[in-house]
T-cell receptor
């Protein structure tokens, strides 16, 4: 079992719809959770961080964390073609020290 | 956030030569930086953790004598790919670790694309 798992996609959503991305992790003592966006040929860009159970909203993005289920998700509302990218889930836990463990990424395609 | 630069942004070299990549933290002093490598259509692979003033910590399977890391100051870490070969062609990305109110967060540089002929 991978430490951080994501559906590779592609997740195809029409423009204006909600894109829902999921991530599960295996290290139960993980404490910090991040979503990075990576455009093709570019480096990852931090878009959300979440540390407590529940929802965290930032603009069109909402991160949801459920530590009991070891599950973190990202919602993108009013999806735009510019949201088309690969979204990487990353987890920082005690087992990994200060290092981030990345999922394989979910490719999102927003169609006009 | 954090502002991170890398130089060069891309490099083409002949097999057997060495290539140095610089990673700079422009807006704060970074005690810890990380070096990643990413092959096409794959996720990030952590190569090593660079700590200012001490030896880097390499991940399993990464040759420390081939990938030399020097973190000589709080704003600069360098990765030198020694005797590069075509299989070393990849996208090399550094990140800086910044302490925030809730914990430590990593911010990435723009990356360096290496092509070894």
């Amino acid at each position: 079992q991978k430490e951080v798992e994501q559906n590779s996609g592609p997740l195809s959503v029409p423009e204006g719809a909600i894109a829902s991305l999921n991530c599960t992790y295996s290290d139960r003592v993980s404490q910090s959770f991040f979503w990075y966006r990576q455009y093709s040929g570019k480096s990852p860009e931090l878009i959300m961080s979440i540390y407590s159970n529940g929802d965290k909203e930032d603009g069109r993005f909402t991160a949801q964390l459920n530590k009991a289920s070891q599950y973190v998700s990202l919602l993108i509302r009013d999806s735009q073609p510019s949201d088309s990218a690969t979204y990487l889930c990353a987890v920082n836990g005690q087992a990994a020290g200060n290092k981030l463990t990345f999922g394989g990424g979910t490719r999102v395609l927003v169609k006009p | 956030g954090a502002v991170v630069s890398q130089h060069p942004s891309w490099v083409i070299c002949k097999s057997g030569t060495s290539v140095k990549i610089e990673c700079r933290s422009l807006d704060f002093q970074a005690t810890t930086m990380f070096w990643y490598r990413q092959f096409p259509k794959q996720s990030l692979m952590l190569m090593a953790t660079s700590n200012e003033g001490s030896k880097a910590t390499y991940e399993q399977g990464v040759e420390k004598d081939k990938f030399l890391i020097n973190h000589a100051s709080l704003t600069l870490s360098t990765l030198t790919v020694t005797s590069a070969h075509p299989e070393d062609s990849s996208f090399y990305i550094c990140s800086v670790q910044r302490q925030t109110r809730r914990g430590e967060t990593q911010y990435f540089g723009p990356g360096t694309r290496l092509l070894v002929l």
